[in-house]
């Protein structure tokens, strides 16, 4: 949008401005007619964005953060063999958000950059039964890209449910939840999906909630419980109003557009506009030098890329100095490797002229810093991907 900075952070994001236009509009009545078959065509559009046609979505307002305490406290009981996979910040939330329902967390942790070997995983889910199995499908504290059909295939083998962390994946990364087995995966408003922070969005499948429906105890949690919400749910999908919780009546509209876009432009067109900016922008950080958190390009995130920043560079200044340039980038979020790296969301309706500024924008800022003498090198590595020599 002309006259203001590009955001290009890892969520939020920029945003299409028919989405924006739905925050804007007089918010009706939670049971207006219009609003029932807006929300009801939001709950069939997750289930094909999810690719799980049987699965049971949930629509609730709150973040990301939300989205993995529905999962988790729904699924747990005191006592529960849970085993999670982290690759960062966010798994290592997950399974703190685990412990609080009073599941027994078995955790491996990759090194940084990398992500679990699966003979190892087998190794672990052969010591004892488990209930679930966590996995963060992109870390965005990392950028790293975990291998989730391959883990889902193994958990399958032992019978552990799997719950996928996609906040930083669904809408813009490969993920089959029927094809490839997975129980429960989840997303935020902010992140691919492109609709402002406030709704967590999440699809259970078929055999998450027969799990749920065998719970001995009541939901630790009284707001994320799928007992108050799956007849809200279904009603809207069936095109009735029903009332726990006053749905987030503006942020629902905005996702109802949002999808129909991210539909019609095709999960599959999608998927390869988001590698090949993704390439681009890559490959730009490789010839300037910069390398990445991800150690080899097949684990590394379509979504975003987290360049470690190199020597002589300031964090702070070099921040700065890209946003003096017109353009949003992130600080590093793993707590002990902060001044590190950065990070740059790619997602949504990102194009190559937003790539392209970006990338112009870390030049300029790095030949201020005084880390290169010219600008041009990574532009022209990105144009190659983009295939096109000229602007
Ligand atoms: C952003 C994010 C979250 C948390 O979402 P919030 O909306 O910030 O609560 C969780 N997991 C991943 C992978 C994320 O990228």
């Known amino acids: 949008m002309k006259g203001k900075s590009l955001l290009m952070i890892p969520g939020p994001i920029e945003f299409d401005l028919d989405v924006l236009e739905q925050m804007g509009k007089p918010t009706s009545s939670h049971v207006d007619p219009e609003f029932i078959d807006n929300f009801g065509r939001a709950i069939e559009n997750v289930k094909l964005l999810f690719q799980c046609k049987e699965g049971q979505p949930f629509i609730i307002a709150g973040s990301g953060t939300l989205a993995m305490d529905i999962a988790a406290c729904n699924l747990t009981e005191p006592g529960d063999n849970v085993l999670q996979l982290i690759t960062g910040y966010f798994g290592e939330r997950m399974k703190d958000i685990f412990e609080r329902y009073g599941a027994n967390v078995t955790q491996i942790t990759a090194p940084t950059g990398q992500v679990q070997d699966l003979a190892e995983v087998e190794k672990v889910l052969q010591q004892k039964k488990y209930k679930l199995m966590a996995i963060t499908h992109v870390d965005t504290s990392t950028g790293v890209l975990n291998r989730v059909k391959e883990f889902t295939k193994l958990a399958k083998k032992y019978g552990v449910l799997v719950i996928v962390d996609g906040v930083c994946s669904v809408a813009a990364e490969e ?157 590093g979020l793993l707590a002990d490797r902060k001044n590190e790296y950065f990070r740059v969301g790619h997602m949504g309706i990102v194009d190559i002229e937003d790539t392209m500024t970006t990338i112009s924008a870390i030049e300029v800022a790095l030949v201020k810093g005084g880390y290169l003498h010219e600008v041009g090198a990574g532009s022209y590595a990105a144009l190659q991907i983009f295939d096109q020599k000229t602007v």
């Open 175 to 331: 993920l089959k939840m029927d094809e490839w087995g997975i129980d429960v995966a989840f997303t935020a408003s902010q992140k691919a999906v492109g609709v402002p922070p406030g709704l967590a969005l999440l699809v259970a499948s078929n055999a998450a909630m027969e799990a749920f429906a065998k719970r001995t105890k009541p939901v630790a949690n009284y707001y994320a419980d799928w007992a108050n919400w799956l007849p809200i749910m279904q009603a809207y999908e069936n095109r009735k109003a029903a009332y726990f919780g006053t749905p987030a009546v503006n942020l629902v509209n905005a996702l109802d557009v949002s999808l129909q876009k991210i539909l019609k432009e095709g999960l599959n067109q999608r998927l390869l506009r988001h590698q090949k900016i993704s390439k681009a922008f890559k490959s730009a950080m490789t010839a300037m030098g910069l390398r990445q958190i991800p150690v080899n390009p097949d684990i590394a995130a379509n979504t975003m890329t987290a360049p470690f920043y190199p020597k002589g560079i300031n964090p702070g200044e070099f921040l700065n100095a890209v946003r003096n340039e017109g353009v949003v980038l992130a600080g």
